[in-house]
């Protein structure tokens, strides 16, 4: 998409100059978002957001004043130029989104031009949460569409068809591998059946210090490289309604979140995995923990899953 500063004349980029400081005021609030725990980015060279915890994308756009034109016409066309802008940057944004582990939402839609105009329709129609009218007469609209529901319904892969991992030998509780035959089970271990039949509410996958990018269909995977949860364990209808992972950037945060239940399953993430750094893998074990029982796979199935960012 074209940036934003090419669409302006020379005026008009004079007019940016002056109120680079109500850009600088967005910036700031942004940033005291992040700060509090909220998965929040923006973009600083163009106005608009993302909120992977609450599963919210914005974007703001600007309605310059045209001085040919008289008073009653200009009001209602600097709010339709600010409405134009802010749809054209929230397309951009959302275009720039994550998918999977090696594709953006835009690599998606370069392959389908009718899901392309879908989309473009879903921003057009964004909700409108602020509109200021300035003192040079210039206008600022702030609209905000969600990730999920008929956005997450256009985008996410198809979901289904995950096969439980293997569990049909004795297993190591500590790293999740056959337990070897010709030698005893130490006493001060516990099997796999043991660990795996505690009642767990959901999971939460802590992931700092790895550098791991959100993403609207992030996989989970054992050491094997089988997949834990991600599209093929999660019902659609609680992948489109809630998203398929829940972000956060506080481990105390997420652990107290009521969605996740009173009893988390919580495990350390070994290693960020896909070109796009949006998959996690978690140990063989604790894979095994989470296919062992139906209840594991109900609350994965439901989406209680959250995954623990680095907080910067």
Not at 56 to 73: E, F
Not at 114 to 137: F, H
Not at 141 to 146: E, G, M, R, S, Y
Not at 147 to 157: D, M, R
Request: net charge negative; aromatic share 6%.
């Amino acid at each position: 998409m074209q940036n934003l500063s090419t669409t302006f004349d020379k005026a008009k980029l004079n007019w940016l100059l002056v109120s680079g400081s109500r850009w600088l005021f967005l910036l700031l609030i942004c940033g005291t978002f992040g700060a509090s725990g909220v998965v929040h980015s923006q973009n600083e060279e163009k106005p608009t957001w993302v909120d992977w915890q609450n599963y919210t994308i914005g974007a703001t756009g600007i309605g310059i004043p045209d001085t040919t034109l008289s008073r009653p016409i200009q009001k209602e066309y600097v709010l339709e130029k600010a409405r134009e802008t802010a749809a054209e940057l929230l397309l951009g944004t959302v275009e720039e989104l994550n998918l999977t582990s090696n594709m953006t939402v835009r690599d998606t839609l370069a392959a389908d031009s009718l899901l392309t105009s879908r989309v473009k329709e879903l921003t057009q129609k964004a909700k409108e949460v602020d509109i200021r009218y300035m003192s040079d007469l210039s206008v600022e609209v702030d609209i905000q569409l969600p990730l999920t529901g008929e956005l997450a319904e256009l985008l996410l892969p198809p979901t289904g068809g995950g096969k439980p991992v293997a569990i049909d030998t004795l297993h190591c509780p500590l790293c999740g591998h056959p337990w070897p035959l010709d030698k005893p089970f130490p006493k001060y271990l516990f099997s796999l059946p043991t660990f795996g039949s505690q009642e767990y509410t959901g999971l939460i996958v802590d992931a700092q210090g790895l550098g791991v990018q959100p993403a609207l269909a992030p996989r989970i995977m054992s050491e094997e490289g089988e997949q834990v949860y991600g599209v093929r364990f999660i019902d659609r209808k609680a992948a489109i309604s809630q998203g398929i992972v829940r972000y956060s950037k506080d481990l105390q945060q997420a652990i107290a979140d009521s969605r996740i239940g009173q009893n988390p399953l919580v495990v350390k993430a070994l290693m960020v995995i896909g070109e796009r750094k949006t998959d996690l893998t978690i140990p063989n074990a604790t894979a095994m923990i989470l296919h062992y029982t139906e209840n594991n796979l109900n609350f994965l199935r439901q989406g209680k899953v959250t995954v623990v960012l680095d907080n910067d």
